[in-house]
């Protein structure tokens, strides 16, 4: 149990362009999705956190008109990059926390972006 | 306050070996102390995960040890493998700092055959 999974698991966009990440709890409802970004070799650094039914809540320094999240319903979070550019390409991942559960978050396996 | 510092940054052990890796934080208000897996293109996977009521838990061949007065907490691999060779991350949350997990930097743990 405690599935989550993201899709597409790799992206290459033209700069410019915007790219929509899903993230989805298969097996479980999530009133908390959160989303990270983790460049190679360094850790996990915290984005947002997305709570269904109402507005994200963005990290410092986290520009929340360029990264646009939805949490839509208890299964459904989303992350659109806008106007992707190359600075933007590095590994996206989120995580689910059950509702009415322990601190316990369920990763995904993440999103590769590349932008050219 | 809301960092959490792990080390060592590599480590090399043959096979067989017992890998120790530590963690330390400073919040107090920490209370849910998880040890996260990672292999290269993937996304973490939860190991083992202690609260700060108990000084150790063991699950297979993973174990946390967890010191409450020293602000420290350690992963011990038993018998490594080859297979365990990934980095590793400790992390830290809090009820009442909306159960964000603060990541140690990551070890990267290579088991020799």
């Known amino acids: 149990g405690a599935v989550v999974s993201q899709h597409p698991s790799w992206v290459i966009c033209k700069s410019g362009t915007s790219v929509k990440i899903e993230c989805r709890s298969l097996?479980?409802?999530?009133?908390?999705m959160f989303w990270y970004r983790q460049f190679p070799k360094q850790s996990l650094m915290l984005m947002a956190t997305?709570?269904?039914?109402?507005?994200?809540?963005?990290e410092q320094g986290v520009e929340k008109d360029k990264f646009l999240i939805n949490h839509a319903s208890l299964t459904l979070s989303t992350l659109t990059v806008t106007s992707a550019h190359p600075e933007d390409s590095s590994f996206y991942i989120c995580?689910?926390?059950?509702?009415?559960?322990?601190?316990?978050?369920?990763f995904g396996p993440g999103t590769r972006l590349t932008v050219l | 306050q809301q960092q959490v510092k792990q080390s060592p940054q590599s480590l090399i052990v043959q096979k067989g070996g017992i890998p120790i890796i530590n963690c330390a934080y400073e919040?107090?208000?920490?209370?849910?102390f998880p040890w996260y897996q990672q292999f290269p293109g993937k996304g973490p996977a939860l190991l083992i995960a202690?609260?700060?009521?108990?000084s150790e838990k063991k699950e297979g061949r993973f174990t946390i040890s967890f010191n409450k007065s020293a602000k420290q907490f350690s992963l011990h691999i038993m018998d490594s493998q080859p297979g365990d060779s990934a980095t590793y991350f400790c992390?830290?949350?809090?009820?009442?700092?909306?159960?964000?997990?603060?990541f140690g930097k990551g070890t990267k743990l290579t088991v020799n055959p």
């Open positions: 995580s689910a926390r059950v509702v009415g559960g322990s601190n316990e978050q369920f």
């Open positions: 997305s709570n269904e039914g109402s507005k994200a809540t963005y």
């Open positions: 919040n107090t208000a920490f209370d849910y």
């Open positions: 992390a830290a949350s809090s009820r009442g700092g909306s159960e964000k997990l603060v």
């Open positions: 202690i609260r700060p009521d108990v």
């Open positions: 097996d479980f409802q999530a009133t908390t």
